[in-house]
T-cell receptor, first 115, second 118 residues
Framework: GQQLNQSPQSMFIQEGEDVSMNCTSS?????WLWYKQDPGEGPVLLIA?????ELTSNGRLTAQFGITRKDSFLNISASIPSDVGIYFC???????????????FGKGTKLSVKP | DADVTQTPRNRITKTGKRIMLECSQT?????MYWYRQDPGLGLRLIYY???????NKGEISDGYSVSRQAQAKFSLSLESAIPNQTALYFC?????????????????FGPGTRLTVL
């Protein structure tokens, strides 16, 4: 079935560093979404991508919709402490009835501050 | 005020008890969803509803039931709670109108309910 694989599973950041993470699938997606979850909170949508090759920014965050439509990348520039949290990629699931927009989620990339 | 609210935020219960988690939204969205989050497993869909008369099972519906009381309210029930249902539960909404991918794909989440079944 459909699966989204996120890499890395976790990483430590030092303030000021750039961060990169990615999400891959064996299936083609026509939409990629990136969410962030802060501790004790629900996920919040950061960026939505709808076109292969699309590059979209939201402040220090930049996400790209891969040309193959099987991957997406999220970059955070000049990280700050409040960037810690779990980042999830998501895409439409075709398992539950076609174009109805249900999502499947990757297992997340956990960002922590370097001790 | 939050657009998607969940009650309770935390609940501890015992095996075999019936539990209801409630979700309300003021976003005016037609579509509502219930997810479960376990450490390292991401978010998994339990049930979803595209309008008041529509209820559908998700990936992990066994042991759960739902009720869509109104456009703005969607509740999740555990008829007889068991310890492996200990998890974080999230409600989410999306628009679904206009047939635009952006409306039905972009989901907005509540703050979650942490449920512990002893």
């Amino acid at each position: 079935g459909q699966q989204l694989n996120q890499s890395p599973q976790s990483m430590f950041i030092q303030e000021g560093e750039d961060v990169s993470m990615n999400c891959t699938s064996s299936s083609i997606f026509n939409t990629w979404l990136w969410y962030k979850q802060d501790p004790g909170e629900g996920p919040v949508l950061l960026i939505a991508l709808y076109k292969a090759g699309e590059l979209t920014s939201n402040g220090r965050l930049t996400a790209q919709f891969g040309i193959t439509r099987k991957d997406s990348f999220l970059n955070i520039s000049a990280s700050i402490p409040s960037d810690v949290g779990i980042y999830f990629c998501a895409g439409p699931s075709w398992h539950y009835g076609g174009s109805q927009g249900n999502l499947i989620f990757g297992k997340g990339t956990k960002l922590s501050v370097k001790p | 005020d939050a657009d998607v609210t969940q009650t309770p935020r935390n609940r501890i219960t015992k095996t075999g008890k019936r539990i209801m988690l409630e979700c309300s939204q003021t976003k005016g969205h037609d579509r509502m969803y219930w997810y479960r989050q376990d450490p390292g497993l991401g978010l998994r869909l339990i049930y979803y509803s595209f309008d008041v008369k529509d209820i559908n099972k998700g990936e992990i519906s066994d042991g759960y039931s739902v009720s869509r009381q109104a456009q703005a309210k969607f509740s999740l029930s555990l008829e007889s709670a068991i310890p492996n249902q200990t998890a974080l539960y999230f409600c989410a909404t999306s628009d679904g109108g206009m047939g635009l991918a952006s409306s039905y794909n972009e989901q907005f989440f509540g703050p979650g309910t942490r449920l512990t079944v002893l």
